[in-house]
């Protein structure tokens, strides 16, 4: 099984930056999907980012409309970890933060029934 473990998030003020990793545990890393969402409370849980694994070190990057442009997600093999690197934040970024992973490729990667292991989350706060 992988196990994923988020940290980074906070309290930050609008228009600040903000990078929330995940570390993930596991066999087979490079061949893992994954993706960010968010929640925020009484609403339903939201795609933000998505990065495909592929042999060779190539992988590609898939982003919301809403966060396109602002956030950058990466990751660094040697730590089996990735990272979402939050930029020009807005105080409706206000969420919690999950980090999620799955084998193979998706059907679409914006679809959170699509992964299949989950990290607990991290808080981010926007303030204005």
């Known amino acids: 099984q992988v196990q994923l473990v988020e940290s980074g998030g906070g309290l930050v003020q609008a228009g600040g930056s903000l990078r929330l990793s995940c570390a993930a545990s596991?066999?087979?890393?490079?061949?893992?999907?994954m993706g960010w969402f968010r929640q925020a409370p009484g609403k339903e849980r939201e795609f933000v980012a998505a990065?495909?694994?592929?042999?060779?070190?190539?992988?590609?990057?898939y982003y919301a409309d809403s966060v396109k442009g602002r956030f950058t997600i990466s990751r660094d093999n040697a730590k089996n970890t990735v990272y979402l690197q939050m930029a020009s934040l807005k105080p409706e970024d206000t969420a919690v933060y999950y980090c999620?992973?799955?084998?193979?490729?998706?059907?679409?990667?914006?679809?959170?029934?699509?992964?299949?292991?989950w990290g607990q989350g991290t808080q981010v706060i926007v303030s204005s």
């Open positions: 990065m495909s694994w592929n042999v060779g070190s190539t992988y590609y990057a």
């Open positions: 596991g066999r087979a890393f490079s061949s893992y999907a």
């Open positions: 999620a992973a799955r084998s193979g490729v998706p059907t679409t990667y914006s679809q959170a029934h699509e992964y299949r292991y």
